[in-house]
Each structure stands twice: as C-alpha cells, then as structure tokens.
C-alpha cells in the first residue's frame, strides 16, 4: 500500500502504513508498547505513531539483512549497477511524492526538498558508476610468483540518520553500501521517520534482493541494539558531536569501523575585495539553507572591517525580504523548524546572546503565519547577530538554526586563528578576488569541506566530511568505496616453499 492518503476533506497528509520495512515489505510490530508521536511541523499536529524496534525486531532486520548481502555481495558490479540505476530512475518519476512527504515531515520548503531529492537519485547514480569499479592489483613477486589484491564488501552495514535531510542521508550512506556490495539496516531520526521507507520500498521495486535495505524505526534503545549488534559490520551516522562519540565507544566494543558526519561551527571569512553581492548571497545560503537546520552552516561570518557597514545593511535587507511561511507553497523560502523543542532551544540561544551583548538586527522572534492552519507551526523569522566576540555562547556552539552570527577582523593571520580557534571542523568558506589568498587561507584552514567564493555547494562526485571532532570517514566521491569495503591481499607461490625448518 502507498504510504501518503491525502484527507481530501482538510487537505492533510495522513500517514497510514507501518514506517517498519524489512524482508522486502513494510512490517507492523505486534507489540505497541512506547509508541511515540509524529509531528507536522508546518502545523504542529500529529502525523502517526511511531513504532520503535526492540532486540527481537532489530535481530529479524538484521537477519534479512544477512541473507541479502550472501546472494548480493556474488553479483557483479555491472549486475548491482543495473538495479542501482534503475532505483534512480524511480527516484526521478516519483521526485514530486518524496519532495511532499519530506517537507511534511521535516518542514523545509517544497523548492529546497526536490533538491535533496535530486541529489539522493545523483548519488546513487554515481555510486552505481563506481561499483563497476570495484577492482584490486597485481604484483610480480621475484620467481614468477605473484600477489594480488581484492576489494571485498564488508556485510551488513547499518546507517543512522539525522532529521535535516532524512531522504537525502538514506541515499549518501546505502549508494556506496550497497555499490561496494553490502546490505543495510537503516534506523532514520525519530523525529522525521517517514521518508527512509520511501526508499526501501524503491529499493524493493528495482529489483534489489529482499532485505539489502531494510529500516528500523525507534529511539537511542534501537541505535544501541543496532551498534552492538554482532552480525554488524560497520556503522554510519549522521548527527550531533556528543551521540556520534557514544557511537564510536559502542562500535569500539565489537572493533567495528565508523564513520561519523558531525556537527560544525564553521567560518565563513569575506575579505574587503570580495564581489559584496556574491558574499551576501554566500552567506545566506551558508545560514538558512534548511531553517538553518544544517551541519556544514557557515554560522561565524567574519568580515573585514573596510566593508563590514555595506555587507550588514545588505545582509539584513535580504534576510528580512525572506518569505516565511507554508513549505509546500512555490513561493515559500524558509519553513518551520523541526519540533517545538528544537525551536525553543534555537530562541533561546538567541536570548542568550543578548543577554552577552550581541545585537539583533533583525529577526530571532517566533513568527506566526496568516494562514489558521499553520498558527500552531514552529517557526521563527531567521535572525541576524551583530556585535559578536568569540567568547560568546552563539559564536561557540552549534545553534542548528537560522541564527547568523557576524564578527570582524582586521587581517588574514588574526582571521585564521579565530577562524580555527573551535573544537569542530567540518566547513569553511573563504570570498575573495585575490586568487592567491584564497588558496593560501583556504590551505590553512582546519576543515574537511571548503569553499571559495561559494558556500554549501555539496556535489556527489565530491568527499564530504569533517575534521578534529567534526567527525572521522567521507561520504560521497570516489574515496567513500575504502569506507564500505576491505581489502584481501592474496600471495600465490609458484615455486617450491623456501623453509627454514
């Protein structure tokens, strides 16, 4: 059955089906103990009950898993490349019902979630390419002996995801999971777990062997079960610094690899000479992509001091110009934000701030749509901090919404020691017309995914990832194959055994 059924009465999704998908079908749980409630975010009301996975669920996922990955790991990489693409395909035809649900279930607009969805199908498309790449190397050995080397899949790998991109992340960590010729079990957000299914059942229907991606719904029980599980081979997630270090530890006690995409608080660093225009629009986009909702947010924006009075006046005339309101309308630029929770802890970061002297210049308020529907939405109208020192809690810790904090500078050493001074590393973007100054500051930098004279651009033929606690592995380009595969080497003698005995 079709996971959406538009109430024609009020216009309103429901979400009927089980969110639960293993053995190639959706699963409904017996047990309905420790439901817990969906949101809309655009409206506030309750989507569906979410049923979570305990131990006996996780290990019937899993065992699917496993026989998956013994009939698709014999396949060749032109054979999985075929129903890769396929799935692609699929993806694309049915962009316009994911698009919808995501926004539903996240609140981002309708125009940035057929992007997500673009680039989910993008993804696997490259990764399809790559797994008819799957290749080792020959060695001459003295004596006419040899050796070679083979890259061979893993097993099961479980995925964890994050809420800000929920469809977007199912793909980035089963493309190249699957490409490199393992299964997957995925356990998306609790928060936004609707579209992950979505996928699985697209999966299903281009033909992959029953149970290569299945998803398990719940809480930090479930991920626990999943990490510590001991058919497991690997785990991937997608979140905060502290859960990603709680991830590690566990995976540690089975010695199983990680790979952890975390938080930031990156710089974003605009120099007198900068094209202002191209600088503002660079900013906004490194801020409120998402509600602001995004790991890689230039959310410290540090001007040199020539320019800082035209970059402000235009940056908040922009950021008050952005429409706010129903994500599923065209014209709408900025949605809800995820929960109710999350948005009083992004308003609070903002009190905060002006309680340690920042300056709002504009926005930072709870905002209210006209339409009756949505005046029980979590939304806020995007916000801008002048005044800023690094010592503040705003400049310090990771907001997660539409909060840009601006500071000043003077010169390009002072720049890059403030630039570095913070525990995380995921982005960094520079804006210059000097060519020589951008590589020389970009190069000095301590971040995994840069960018000069744009921000939050994240093709898929590109590694994408952090440094320091920013997280460990890439996803996406050529080098997240190493990620999801091991290496046999293999010595073929051709003589006779030389001993010592």
Known sequence: GSLVVLDTSSGTMQIKDPLNFWGGRRVELSDVTGLEPVYEPATG???????????????????????????????????RARVMLETARL???RREDIAE???????????????????????????AGLATNMSGQHVQLPGGSFAYTRREPLGVCVGIGAWNYPFQIAAWKSA????????????????????????????????????????????????????????????????????????????SKGV?????????????????????????????????????QVCSNGTRVFVHRPILPQFLTEVVRRTKAIQIGDPLLEETRMGALVSRPHLDKVLGYVEQAKKEGARVLCGGEPFTPADPKLRNGYYMTPCVLDNCTDDM?????????????????????????????TTMGLAAGVFTKDIQRAHRVIENLQAGS??????????VEVPFGGYKASGIGRENGQVTVEFYSQLKTVVVEMGDVDSLF
């Not at 202002?276 to 660079?282: D, F, K």
């Not at 705003?394 to 001074?421: H, K, W, Y």
């Open 91 to 93: 993806i694309e035809k």
């Open 45 to 79: 009301r309750v989507l569906c009950q979410l049923q979570p996975c305990k131990a006996a669920q996780v290990d019937e996922a899993v065992r699917s898993a496993c026989s998956a990955f013994s009939a698709w790991r014999k396949m060749a990489g032109m054979e």
């Open 393 to 421: 809690t705003c400049v310090r810790e990771e907001i997660f919404g539409p909060v840009m904090s601006v500071l000043t500078f003077d010169t390009e050493v002072d720049v890059l020691q403030r630039a570095n001074d």
């Open 256 to 292: 199983k690899p990680v790979t952890l995409e975390l938080g930031g608080k990156s710089p974003l660093i605009i120099f007198e000479d900068s094209d202002l225009e191209n600088a503002v629009r660079g900013a906004l986009m490194a801020n409120f992509l998402s509600q602001g």
């Open 450 to 459: 840069c960018f000069i004279n744009n921000y939050n651009i994240t093709p």
């Open 176 to 251: 190249p999971a699957i490409a490199c010729g393992n299964s997957m079990v995925f356990k998306p957000s609790p928060v936004t777990p609707v579209s992950a299914v979505l996928l699985a059942e697209i999966y299903a229907q281009a033909g992959v062997p029953e149970g290569l991606f299945n998803v398990v719904q719940g809480t930090q029980e479930t991920g626990t079960l999943l990490c510590h599980h001991p058919s497991v081979a690997k785990v991937s997630f997608t979140g905060s610094v502290p859960t990603g270090k709680k991830i590690m530890e566990m995976a």
């Open 101 to 127: 649900v995501e926004v539903v279930n996240n609140g981002k607009s309708i125009t940035e979630a057929r992007l997500d969805v673009d680039s989910a199908r993008l993804c696997i498309e490259y990764f």
